[in-house]
């Protein structure tokens, strides 16, 4: 891993800040200029949040498995991923390799940091194109002086796709690629495959992402679980802002992660609708395909997508139109709601094919 970190960021002398310099019990704090007076007593708003969030950590070890040296935790998957790109790739030299369509959030950070991508879509059916993959990869590596490929990113369960790869297709993946493989696993709850997390030991240079703002119903907070090796998570420590995550945001994740069994049965409610909606969606008569989905959404190919979003908003029902995205035309991205939500979906459709 070393190896492909930045310069600058191999080189770095982490800012130190207050709560990191001093660590343990102490009754007089007067080393981070916060101020004493608490306006609103108890809850502690005058004073810095925890940089590591420990609490929350040993409390995602505890509940889902992730080892507390293992973990980092971003405001959102979105920091995360924008601080992957900063940590390894020099703007206008180094590549991101992305299999489109996929979360745009990705190009969008590259962009950000002006880091140049490299497209290997997706087939048709939105599957990994090996062969197209190592045609790339063969030809980057004799090719490095123009800068390397330092991440790849694989969205499983896709967004917004939907499918998943398996864990040999992804082990495959890593194996031909020498950057660092990141998996992003927003939607794992919602997936039939096990988690990439068991292929971290064998692959130092694999990384995972979690995020508490799908099926842990959390959004609000920010929460996103970088899983890695004791090495990357050191260094994306060191670089990240000291305090990305808010004292009620870690509070907050923690009550959430407390009571497993009430997000275990909304997942298992999710998961039950799921197939019950893939069959609802196909008999309306303007759905031409409904892709096979492991997330908590659907991508639905409709007979003219631009049209039946405008009409769906007109009845304050907001679906998301991907028809621009690669191999997605005509499609929109359909999140599974509430009962009475997707009824309210379903009888507009209907309306639509009468129409
Ligand atoms: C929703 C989503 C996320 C979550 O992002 P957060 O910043 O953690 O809310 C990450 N990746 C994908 C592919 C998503 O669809």
């Known amino acids: 891993m070393k190896e492909l970190l930045r310069d600058n960021i ?36 005058n004073r810095y949040p925890d940089p ?25 998957s979105d920091e ?17 390799l992305l299999m489109p369509p996929t979360y745009g959030a990705y190009r969008v950070f590259c962009d950000i940091n002006d880091v140049k991508v490299v497209a290997v879509p997706l087939t048709a059916e939105f599957g990994i194109d090996f062969p197209s993959l190592k045609e790339y990869l063969a030809k980057e590596k004799s090719n490095r002086d123009e800068g390397s490929c330092k991440l790849l990113f694989i969205c499983s369960p896709n967004n917004p796709s939907g499918n998943a790869f398996s864990l040999p297709e992804i082990q495959e993946v890593a194996s031909l690629f020498e950057g660092i493989t990141v998996i992003d696993e927003a939607y794992f709850d919602f997936n039939r495959y096990p988690s990439a997390v068991t292929l971290l030991e064998k692959n130092p240079n ?13 959004a609000n907070a920010r929460i996103g679980i970088l899983v890695a090796s004791l090495e990357l998570c050191q260094v994306m420590r060191s670089m990240k802002y000291p305090y990305n995550i808010s004292g009620p945001a870690q509070e907050l994740a923690i009550q959430d992660l407390d009571d497993i069994s009430a997000v275990r049965k909304g997942t298992a409610e999710i998961l039950k609708e799921r197939p019950v909606m893939a069959s609802a969606l196909k008999t309306v008569a303007c759905v031409k395909k409904v892709y096979p989905s492991d997330a908590n959404f659907f991508l639905v190919k409709v007979s003219d ?18 028809t621009k995205e690669l191999n997605c035309e005509n499609c929109l991205r359909i999140t599974i709601g509430s009962a009475l939500e997707n009824k309210t979906l379903l009888q507009a459709l209907k309306e639509w094919d009468n129409e």
């Not at 590591?52 to 959102?76: D, P, Q, S, Y």
């Open 206 to 218: 694999m990384v995972v992402l979690r995020t508490l703002s799908k099926s842990w119903a959390l």
């Open 80 to 96: 995360i991923i924008d601080n992957l790109i900063r940590m390894f790739c020099t703007p206008r030299k180094d590549k991101v």
């Open 10 to 45: 191999a080189n770095l002398v982490p800012y130190s800040c207050a709560r990191n310099d001093f660590k343990g019990e102490a009754s007089v704090y007067l080393d981070a200029n916060e101020n004493w007076q608490e306006f609103v007593k108890g809850e502690g708003r």
């Open 305 to 322: 997508a631009n049209a039946l979003y405008q009409y769906l908003k007109g009845k304050g029902i907001i679906v998301r139109n991907r």
């Open 52 to 76: 590591l969030c420990t609490a929350l950590r040993k409390k995602i070890e505890l509940v889902m498995g992730l080892g507390f040296e293992h973990t980092v935790i971003g405001n959102g």
